[in-house]
């Protein structure tokens, strides 16, 4: 029975229409299901939309409809974007589906019951646009550290007892060192839980677009408590209910991973676990935040214009470009800007030149100088051969444990050096003089150079699954035979396999001029 991995994104909050951030990381949860899939796992991947809140009932009063309506409507962009992006989701929840009220209403009871939640009254600052409480210490000139506006908020509230969590919280941390990647955002949760917790507000009196706290009509539940328990709901989560399911939630819970950005960090990495431990239930074996992008090196806003948007990227670049320097650009986890100069240099150094000039000439000469079929690897590889095929057949087990960290760039890099191991290796055989001098060398030199190909290309299918279908569709590498289970020095290609003539992968990109009137 195949091993289970179960990943998430977080749900996109529906108060306007997708962007960088939302693609970036969507995107990285992509790369690895599509990578623990080829790796032979079960795989569920999901991602979807969070529905509720003052701020979502603020924007549908302002466009003039009902807030079910407007969420109807900026919830299928975000869907549109997991067909634009080429993302393999197996799942979008919304939290305005039924399962996900039911979930949600089964977690709070839980909670009541077990005298994690008390009726009371909540005084202090609260931001509707993050949708989130603050104390006095952490609103500086009207602002919450996020840079939001805040509101003072009087109102009628349950809590959620979390001040006795901050001991259970830090003991996880403790016997779990991976509980929270990377190392510099852990240490931040760990701080603040070390700095003491305090009781939370876990409804709402003032609005009424969210999920009713059972028994008390009155209140709506805190979106955040609301949004998190989407992962459990997702799972099969209650499962003695019509809409449960016991075999897929014991199957997928707890969640591999939940992948969030850094200004989400803290309701992942302490809240929720809080909610669960509360609840009686497992928790997620790992939370991943990552950094911000910058446009250009300025900080991306609406008051500047410079929000980038993924589909805009995809048109002028290409899909697979985008999705490459993405995961490539920047060490993930850190902040990083986009910048054209930046995607204009990967596209036409790393895939046109490097990779792209790598497929195309070998191909072009198996296709041209041997009759378009492949040659067998030699019987007795020397030095330079053996060298390549075992910087090769290394890569999986870089690249799988780089993945289980989260180092995407730092996979990249490591298939690129075998790249340029590649390349320097043709340069250094000589192929086209061999054609003269010594053809059966020659054919040996394409074979192990097709080789090394074809291993790459399974390698990028999780990065560039376009791209890396048409490397393995020109060298005729049968659909059944492009998993991993085919690499390392296992499946190699077939000595006589009948190649067509190659087309480029990667054709370099030329920015088109601006001409003045």
């Not at 000469?365 to 590889?381: Q, S, T, Y």
Request: hydrophobic share 40%.
């Amino acid at each position: 029975m195949a091993q289970t991995y179960y990943i998430t994104t977080p749900i996109y909050y529906v108060n306007d229409k997708p962007h960088i951030g939302h693609a970036y990381t969507t995107l990285a949860c992509d790369v690895l299901a599509r990578f623990k899939r080829l790796d032979g796992f079960d795989v569920t991947f999901l991602t979807g939309t969070d529905e509720h809140g003052q701020k979502v009932e603020k924007a549908a009063s302002d466009k003039g409809v009902s807030p079910q309506s407007f969420t109807d409507e900026v919830s299928q962009n975000f869907r549109d974007l997991t067909a634009q992006m080429n993302f393999s989701n197996d799942d979008f929840i919304r939290t305005t589906e039924q399962r996900h009220k039911r979930a949600c209403q089964e977690i709070w009871q839980r909670l009541q019951k077990r005298g994690h939640i008390r009726l009371g009254n909540y005084a202090g600052w609260y931001s509707v646009r993050d949708e989130a409480f603050f104390t006095e210490t952490e609103v500086v000139d009207g602002k919450a550290p996020t840079g939001a506006p805040v509101e003072w908020v009087e109102e009628p509230s349950y809590f959620f007892n979390l001040s006795e969590w901050q001991q259970p919280l830090l003991d996880h941390y403790e016997a779990n060192p991976d509980f929270v990647g990377p190392e510099s955002r852990f240490n931040e949760v760990k701080s603040f839980v070390q700095g003491g917790l305090r009781d939370l507000s876990v409804s709402r009196a003032s609005f009424k677009w969210g999920i009713p706290v059972p028994n008390d009509p009155d209140h709506v539940m805190y979106v955040w408590l609301d949004a998190l328990t989407n992962y459990i709901t997702a799972s099969g989560w209650p499962t003695d209910t019509e809409l449960g399911d016991t075999a897929k939630y014991e199957k997928l819970w707890p969640a591999n991973l939940h992948m969030v950005g850094k200004d989400i960090l803290r309701f992942h990495a302490v809240y929720w676990p809080a909610f669960l431990m509360a609840a009686d239930l497992p928790l997620p074996k790992r939370v991943f935040a990552h950094g911000w992008w910058t446009n250009e090196g300025q900080k991306i806003s609406k008051s500047l214009g410079n929000v980038i948007d993924p589909n805009a990227l995809t048109a002028q670049y290409g899909l697979d470009q985008t999705r490459y320097f993405l995961m490539r650009e920047v060490p993930f986890g850190n902040d990083g800007d986009f910048s054209a100069t930046a995607m204009t240099h990967r596209m036409n150094s790393d895939l046109a030149n490097d990779l792209g000039n790598l497929c195309q000439r070998v191909l072009s000469m198996i296709f041209k100088n041997c009759d378009g079929v492949i040659p067998a690897l030699p019987v007795r590889p020397s030095d330079a051969d053996q060298k390549l095929l075992t910087a090769t057949d290394g890569l999986l087990d870089q690249v799988r444990n780089l993945l289980d960290r989260q180092a995407f760039n730092e996979a990249l890099q490591v298939i690129w050096q075998v790249v340029a191991h590649a390349n320097q290796y043709v340069d250094f055989s000589a192929p086209w003089a061999l054609k003269k001098t010594d053809p059966r060398r020659m054919a040996e030199v394409l074979a192990v150079l097709a080789e090394s190909i074809r291993q790459i290309a399974i390698l990028v299918q999780p990065f560039m699954p376009q791209s890396a279908q048409m490397i393995l569709d020109q060298l005729c590498v049968d659909a059944a035979n492009r998993d991993f289970s085919v690499i390392a020095g296992k499946g190699r290609l077939s000595c006589g396999q009948q190649i067509y003539k190659p087309s480029p992968i990667f054709p370099r990109y030329i920015e088109e001029a601006v001409v003045d009137d």
